[in-house]
């Protein structure tokens, strides 16, 4: 039987499964929490690989940690950065950790707190794998004081509290994005990727509906679904690894789809509409219409198709 993976959708899920104290979740989306106040006994029992659907900033200030990616064990080390993202498998073993740190913050937190832009300023946000570095002295100082400045932030109780933490965050990520300039990560590879992953559901999904299966018809939502992701964040990796967004594909493959049943088949169009799950003929012609400038009958016409 296929070991289930936990998945972790939101901040308090995972806080109650570690045991974390409450203190360092501010929120829905925002987790601040040191390494010493993670429950020892819980995270023994903690399979060997999850799923969370947020960021994930591990800060090793002192010790070390291994982080298990496909057959390869990671070695991190003191005054490093790991940075993981919606989605992608954690899996952490702690070695000898004395001072550490988990940033964990949701898309919700980046829309409503940072930068309106932000992908475009931080695009390692948008890595499909992890990303990891040893910091030189002098950036991991000003990395330790920022992720400090953070945590006292979070004991206060002004009214401001997330917009100031999300500034910080913003300040955070502009020390990362230098650490990790012209960085590539060694195991950084294209393997079962999102945009990878996602194809295949569509090709999935469109061939159901072809066999005349009828699955529920889906939305970018729903992909996004099948990967345990954030929309907006699913949506924003398809565009920046394709160049088009989720609906994009869906619309060019549903259209070739169409195409296809008109061209090699005497398929009444009434039937195409309805396989397509198209509300009604009517409908159908003006969607065919709106993205060829023919009607569905005109272009089966034009190729000379009974």
């Keep these: ?126 890595s499909e794998s992890f990303i990891y570095k040893k910091a030189d002295p002098e950036n991991y100082l000003i990395i330790k004081n920022n992720t400090n400045q953070i945590k006292r932030e979070i004991e206060h109780s002004q009214d401001q509290k997330m917009t100031i933490i999300g500034n910080m965050l913003e300040f955070l990520l502009i020390k990362i994005t230098e650490l990790f300039q012209n960085h590539k990560h060694p195991f950084d590879d294209n393997n079962n990727s999102i945009v990878d992953i996602f194809y295949n559901d569509l090709g999935n999904y469109f061939n159901k509906i072809v066999e005349g299966k009828k699955p529920q018809q889906l939305k970018a939502k729903d992909f996004a679904d099948l990967q345990f992701l954030n929309e907006d964040y699913f949506s924003r990796i398809i565009k920046a690894k394709t160049g088009r967004t989720p609906a994009a594909w869906i619309n060019s493959r549903l259209l070739v789809e169409v195409k296809t049943l008109l061209t090699e088949t005497s398929m009444p169009i009434a039937e195409i509409a309805e396989i397509f799950q198209f509300t009604n003929s009517r409908y159908f012609n003006f969607y065919f219409k709106s993205q060829t400038t023919l009607t569905p009958a005109y272009y089966r016409k034009s190729l000379h198709v009974s």
């Design 1 to 126: 039987m296929e070991k289930q993976i936990p998945i972790f959708n939101t901040l308090k899920e995972i806080s109650d499964w570690f045991g974390l104290p409450s203190t360092g979740l501010i929120g829905n989306d925002f987790m601040l929490t040191e390494i010493n106040q993670w429950n020892k006994n819980k995270l023994l029992n903690v399979p060997d690989n999850y799923k969370a659907n947020f960021f994930t900033i591990f800060i090793i200030n002192e010790g070390s940690a291994t982080h298990l990616y496909k057959d390869q064990v990671i070695k991190l080390e003191s005054s490093s950065i790991f940075v993981t993202g919606p989605g992608h498998y954690r899996n952490y073993k702690f070695d000898h950790l004395t001072e550490a740190y988990f940033i964990c913050f949701t898309e919700k937190f980046l829309a409503s707190y940072c930068l309106y832009d932000i992908y475009k300023e931080f695009p390692f946000l948008l």
